[in-house]
């Protein structure tokens, strides 16, 4: 575990390969699970905002799920996620060619129809985030379904947090994660470089 300012990093950042590779995976991580993807009660908001400007991106099933129940919702677990149709599949979740699962939310900022471009848990995975009073913990969130996102980084040779540097900085700012690129180099320089 490396402590980044209030933050405590898995090593798995470290030793584990990974970039995502959309033509195998296809964007799983969008439609399989029980649940919706974290958000805080912010991104809720922020969801509810963008959402007349999104719309005409949605799903027919998926817009008459947000129209009955709202964007979001509290799962078993008691944690605020975005809403799931047909009881799998993100309600911002689009297709594209071949079937690939896209985002209806990163879509729309890429193309500079809104100025956000997805909630933060989309933006970082695989890396979960879990808050604590004193700190917040950076894990991995290894999932089957991502098998070829290791693959694809090994054979590139590019490390969760190299993959992550836009969002990690993003949500952390550069100066702590210029700090834990320093401490992943450290680590690697003194450890050899790790295979996972």
Request: net charge negative; glycine share 10%; proline share 4%.
């Given at each position: 575990?490396?402590?980044?300012k209030?933050?405590?990093?898995?090593?798995?950042l470290i030793e584990?390969f990974?970039?995502?590779d959309?033509?195998?995976?296809?964007?799983?991580?969008c439609?399989?699970?029980?649940?919706?993807a974290?958000?805080?009660g912010a991104?809720?908001e922020?969801?509810k905002?963008?959402l007349?400007?999104?719309?005409?991106r949605?799903?027919p099933?998926?817009?008459a799920?947000?129209?009955r129940?709202?964007v979001?919702y509290v799962d078993?677990e008691g944690?605020?996620?975005?809403?799931?149709?047909?009881?799998?599949?993100?309600?911002?979740?689009t297709?594209?060619?071949?079937g690939k699962c896209?985002?209806?939310?990163?879509?729309a900022?890429?193309?500079g129809i809104?100025?956000?471009?997805?909630?933060?848990?989309c933006?970082l995975?695989p890396?979960r985030?879990?808050r604590?009073?004193?700190?917040?913990a950076?894990?991995?969130?290894?999932w089957?379904?991502?098998?070829c996102?290791?693959?694809l980084?090994?054979?590139?040779?590019?490390?969760?947090y190299?993959?992550l540097?836009g969002?990690?900085?993003?949500?952390?700012?550069k100066?702590?994660y210029?700090?834990?690129?320093?401490?992943?180099e450290?680590?690697?320089?003194?450890y050899?470089?790790?295979?996972s």
């Amino acid at each position: 575990m490396l402590q980044i300012k209030d933050a405590l990093v898995s090593l798995d950042l470290i030793e584990q390969f990974f970039c995502c590779d959309l033509d195998k995976c296809l964007g799983e991580c969008c439609i399989e699970g029980d649940a919706g993807a974290p958000i805080t009660g912010a991104e809720y908001e922020k969801l509810k905002e963008i959402l007349p400007a999104i719309k005409d991106r949605l799903l027919p099933s998926a817009l008459a799920q947000i129209e009955r129940q709202g964007v979001g919702y509290v799962d078993e677990e008691g944690d605020l996620v975005t809403q799931i149709v047909d009881g799998r599949n993100c309600v911002f979740t689009t297709y594209g060619p071949g079937g690939k699962c896209l985002c209806a939310i990163e879509g729309a900022y890429r193309d500079g129809i809104i100025d956000w471009r997805k909630p933060a848990s989309c933006y970082l995975y695989p890396v979960r985030l879990t808050r604590y009073p004193t700190f917040t913990a950076v894990n991995y969130h290894k999932w089957k379904i991502c098998r070829c996102a290791e693959v694809l980084g090994r054979a590139k040779g590019t490390r969760l947090y190299q993959f992550l540097e836009g969002p990690l900085t993003e949500v952390f700012g550069k100066e702590w994660y210029d700090e834990l690129k320093e401490a992943c180099e450290a680590y690697l320089e003194e450890y050899g470089q790790t295979n996972s």
